[in-house]
């Protein structure tokens, strides 16, 4: 730079020096354009993380605002998925639960070691979140609320660290083993003492950062498990390697002669056991990957409308910020981030992932579109109606969540099986060692060492939740929810199925096809007043008359009186009036002379205090699958049944066209209940399929209870699954896989069983040395893991072009 000549530019208050005319034409230019943070920014640090964020403080956790996005609340009851962090095995599933259960306030906890997640419930007014978390913290874990992002990132550092560890007991087993030949090859005399004790010495450092480093998970494991006074399947592979390191270094230090080194088996051993668990935990993590894929469907951000529809400008928001009443833009190919109504645009809507329909729903104005699902044509401009946990998708996480994590009564049986069996194999160790301590003490320590490695009871823990997993993720790829694991075994051995008829077996699309006047009172008016008494109706009789009168004058309804399975009683203009059967409208008016109506159909009668006044006949479409379905459960060897509050000419030719001999007419809420009391009283296991509020209390007594995806929320809630699809045909599909399930589930611990019953011997009598041992139990543990994965069926193929185009132009 010439002397004195000074350059500069001006950033804010302060004037800054520059080495050159050209930089600061440059820095002027980069400050004319409105980009002065730029030198601010480069010489400030970089922000830092937050230690306040949620991870770090779990009374963050208690925020309102936070809670919204995985927190479902029903007033003070409170329900969300914790995921769970550092489980290794089945009895840090049983810590977990202890732990939360113990707190006051606790509603339930339920634990699905295979996800690793646990589905807690709580009353808010007796207890925070942040207690929760705080509580599985004190014993040793870590839990937060699930998110699909996060336990992608805990799962690849999970297996980083298995891997880790199982380099260093490989990399250290192979080092051992060849420090361990030669004396295994060499004759007596050919290695002198001198030499023996350098390869023992050599082998115990090699054999240092395998016990230390790669068993560690083992120890950790078996100290929480005795400390809360439990017997783990760690407990015996800790007693096991311990005992042989810590003999094996013993005998090392008293020198050459003073007894046997076990460090190759050792080393071996857990290398062995790691491998084995690697293995596992991939064919979890895979079984797992299943459930997740549905916490990944809405999207992270969406496109809100600043000023619909005065303006289609967009800003790009998180999915999680939205709220109801907001309008987004979905465009072509995108996921929808919420609930809501379409409110512009028409185009085929792809709802596979989450009903298993292949085949893509045309979507136009007014219809509802489902947070989660795939726009495949169009633009959509979408009002938002439900978010966050209340959306359809989080309703199904839930329901899946609880069925992964409650436990069927075969794998309570197989848990509680384990913590004795483990004490057994104690007890049996030291019976072992006493007994070949007085014939041959030189056998005492490979004899134990063998009993606690080979008859870990590792499989029969593990492979039954792998087996619940997988079963339970492949019914929801299917259309099948399943909110209760309990609905899989009973299925599996499910003797009847009870069809209710409108909305189940039918489509419970009413429509009006007729009405006849019986009494004073002009049609339009029968029908404004049947309407205005229905409109607040569930159930799709009701809606039918509602809509069918929605263009009449209103009507001021009071006193409304629902009496299930008959109909509804209201106060109209001063007047009592009942909307439903023959026998209920009638009974308003003493005295009433009966009416017979002909023909078929769903006949609805309108009555005042002075007698019927008109009826109402109802038209509804069996479903297209009903006669397949049916003939499919024939198949497997299942009665079907058909109940129903409709006529007796109605229910007859509904039940003809579908194909079922067993059917009920005029069925009251209380006379299904009693008709599925006496099949079980016969010994027979029932199955209850049914649609809408009348069919709750049946739904809550049969053996096993399904509701149709379009039911009222209170059957869906009373149900043990849900018919997401509402294809008839995923009933006998899901009872067949049920039963595949349970044979699994059975195979597995019966393999179990048999495989420990069988080395047990082998063990205490000698014949099996700790390295063939370690081989069975991983071998052992790893089979039944890949038996419960062939429950995995192949994923379905993505619509073709073609059906997208039929999707599109078919009417819904």
């Known amino acids: 730079m010439p002397q004195g000549t000074r350059y500069g530019v001006r950033t804010g208050a302060d004037r800054r020096a520059v080495c050159c005319a050209g930089c600061e034409a440059a820095a002027s230019a980069i400050i004319g354009q409105g980009f002065g943070d730029y030198y601010r920014l480069r010489e400030q640090a970089a922000d830092r993380p937050s230690s306040a964020e949620p991870g770090e403080d779990p009374a963050l956790y208690d925020d309102p605002g936070v809670q919204r996005r995985f927190v479902s609340r029903d007033g003070d009851r409170c329900e969300a998925t914790l995921l769970l962090e550092g489980i290794r095995c089945a009895a840090c599933a049983w810590l977990n639960e202890r732990a939360i259960l113990r707190l006051p306030g606790v509603l339930g906890v339920e634990v699905n070691f295979a996800a690793h997640r646990a589905n807690v419930s709580w009353d808010s007014s007796r207890i925070r979140l942040s207690e929760i978390l705080a509580a599985v913290r004190r014993v040793g874990y870590r839990a937060s609320p699930y998110d699909p992002a996060r336990v992608d990132a805990l799962d690849r550092g999970e297996r980083r660290e298995a891997l880790w560890r199982l380099f260093v007991a490989g990399f250290g087993m192979m080092q051992v083993m060849m420090y361990a030949v030669p004396a295994y090859i060499a004759g007596e005399g050919e290695i002198s003492a001198d030499l023996s004790q350098l390869l023992r010495w050599a082998s115990l450092v090699l054999t240092l950062p395998v016990v230390g480093y790669s068993a560690a998970p083992f120890f950790a494991g078996a100290w929480r498990d005795l400390g809360s006074r439990r017997l783990g399947m760690d407990v015996p592979v800790s007693l096991g390697i311990g005992v042989a390191f810590g003999a094996s270094v013993a005998a090392t230090l008293a020198g050459a002669g003073a007894g046997e080194v076990y460090f190759d088996s050792v080393a071996m051993f857990v290398f062995l056991l790691l491998l084995g668990r690697y293995l596992g935990l991939l064919a979890r993590q895979r079984a797992a990957r299943t459930l997740q894929h549905l916490g990944r469907l809405v999207p992270e951000f969406a496109h809100r409308l600043r000023d619909f529809p005065r303006s289609m400008e967009t800003e790009r928001v998180p999915a999680v910020a939205l709220k109801a009443g907001d309008t987004v833009l979905v465009k072509p190919g995108e996921t929808f981030p919420a609930d809501g109504t379409v409110e512009e645009g028409e185009g085929a809507v792809s709802e596979a992932l989450l009903s298993g329909e292949a085949k893509p729903a045309a979507k136009s104005p007014g219809d509802a579109v489902i947070g989660g699902t795939a726009n495949l044509s169009t633009a959509f401009v979408v009002k938002v109606v439900k978010v966050g946990q209340d959306t359809v998708l989080s309703s199904i996480l839930r329901l899946v969540e609880r069925a992964a994590a409650e436990k069927p009564r075969a794998l309570e049986l197989a848990d509680r099986t384990a913590s004795w069996f483990v004490l057994l194999v104690l007890v049996l160790a030291a019976i072992a060692g006493i007994f070949w301590a007085a014939t041959d003490s030189s056998r005492v320590l490979p004899v134990v060492v063998a009993v606690l490695v080979a008859t870990c009871p590792c499989a029969l823990s593990l492979a039954a939740p792998v087996a619940l997993t997988v079963a339970v993720s492949e019914l929801a790829r299917r259309g099948l929810v399943v909110a209760r694991s309990q609905a899989i075994e009973v299925l599996a051995r499910a003797s009847d199925v009870v069809f209710d008829k409108t909305g189940t077996l039918t489509r419970g699309e009413f429509r009006l096809v007729g009405v006849t006047v019986r009494g004073r009172v002009s049609r339009e008016h029968c029908l404004a007043i049947a309407a205005a008494i229905e409109a607040a109706s569930e159930h799709p009789i009701g809606k039918a008359i509602a809509a069918a009168g929605a263009g009449t004058p209103g009507l001021r309804v009071a006193e409304i009186r629902n009496a299930p399975g008959a109909g509804v009683e209201a106060r109209v203009g001063g007047r009592r009036y009942r909307v439903g059967t023959l026998a209920f409208a009638r009974d308003l008016a003493a005295g009433s002379a009966g009416v017979a109506a002909g023909g078929e159909g769903t006949v609805v009668w309108l009555g005042d205090e002075s007698g019927l006044l008109a009826s109402f006949r109802l038209g509804d479409e069996l479903r297209p699958e009903a006669g397949e379905a049916v003939a499919a459960l024939h198949a497997l060897g299942v009665k079907v049944h058909l109940l129903s509050g409709d006529g007796e000419q109605a229910t007859r030719s509904a039940a003809h066209r579908a194909g079922v001999d067993i059917v009920q007419a005029q069925a009251a809420p209380g006379d299904k209940l009693s008709y599925v009391l006496e099949l079980q009283r016969q010994g027979r ?121 039929e999707g599109a132009m078919s009417p819904v």
């Open 685 to 805: 296991a029932v199955a209850m399929v049914g649609d809408g509020i009348n069919d709750a209390p049946v739904l809550a007594q049969a053996d096993v209870s399904l509701a149709m995806g379009g039911g009222t929320r209170l059957a869906q809630i009373q149900a043990d699954a849900v018919i997401l699809s509402e294809d008839l045909r995923e009933l006998p599909r899901a009872i067949e896989y049920s039963r595949r399930t349970l044979r699994v589930m059975r195979q597995n611990i019966a393999w179990a069983f048999g495989y420990n019953l069988v080395v047990l011997p082998l063990a205490c009598s000698g014949m099996l040395t700790p390295w063939a041992a370690a081989i069975g139990m991983s071998a052992s543990s790893l089979g039944v893991v890949l038996n419960a994965l062939r429950l995995q069926g192949r994923r379905r193929q993505r619509p073709a072009r073609s059906e997208i185009a």
